[in-house]
């Protein structure tokens, strides 16, 4: 199997803030495993406050190639990407883009798209919400705007409680549609963080994203016993082996590829979160249509999606899943569904 990547930097429509910075683009890898003729495209994106980078990316990926030099049979996918994850610690993006390449190499060599090998129903993809940045009331009522075609909405809190309200304020300015709200470990105490969870619940929001920081697990237990909303992990929940520990701390977590190494992982982790009673949603960073459109294979599996990645930049280089009056609609490619423009 031979693996190429090449960097390929994610221009970002409007500048994009959340509680922690704001930023106009996103590092991203584009991956190929080719054997035999066929081609699997993978995607690695690295919002710089993860810590991985083009660079780091591209030393993984090189030393993955020589190991995946040696591979004969692209199908022995339990065999291959666990050894991969072995290779280093770290390097998620970098994980998921080799996933998400060898599933697309498998899906087109078997002509069939991984919902259908997964047994899935893409009539069962659900809605997903449109997120819009920390910005000034004017620019928020404009992006709320439009997102006009979108049925539910996702909002970026996590500042100061004047602030937060002047937010949601001027979306309620313009529409009633659904809020989900995403705090990103932004609220520090967790009195603040019920008052304000409980003036949210009034306004129309449907759960609360990573309201206090990711170590802050018994701050928020004491929250959730509270809270009039559902709470969803997401920093606090990277891969399989920290689903246990979010039991009884949130309602539910949030998967990303590129946080869990891709595909298969996420695969167990909802898994696991359904034996655990636990909710899932599944997210996204700044991606392609690449990425996104693998993660929407698994879609039909999950409570909620924000997969708006791929609307949000201005250089997509993929065609592949499409949202149609705001669901998530999956094409009949094979694969993740995926060509290249
Ligand atoms: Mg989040």
Redesign the pocket.
Known sequence: MQLRHQPYTLQLRHAFGIASNTRTSTPATLVEIEHEGVVGHGEAAMPPYLGETQATAAAFLDSAAGWLAKVENPFLREEILPAIDQLAAGNTAAKAAIDIALHDWIGRKLGAPWHRIWGLDPRKAPVTSYTIGIDTPEVVRAKTREAAGYRILKVKLGREAAADRALIDAIRDVTDTPITV?A?QGWRARDDALRMIEWLAGRGVVFI??PMGKEQLDDTAWLRERSPLPLIA??SVQRLADVARVRGVFDGI?IKLMKCTGLREAWQMITLARALGLKVML?CMTETSCAISAAAQLSPLVDWADLDGAVLIANDCFDGMRIVDGRITLPDRPGIGVVKR
Do not use: S
């Open positions: 995403d990103n994203e990573q997401d920093e949030n997210g």
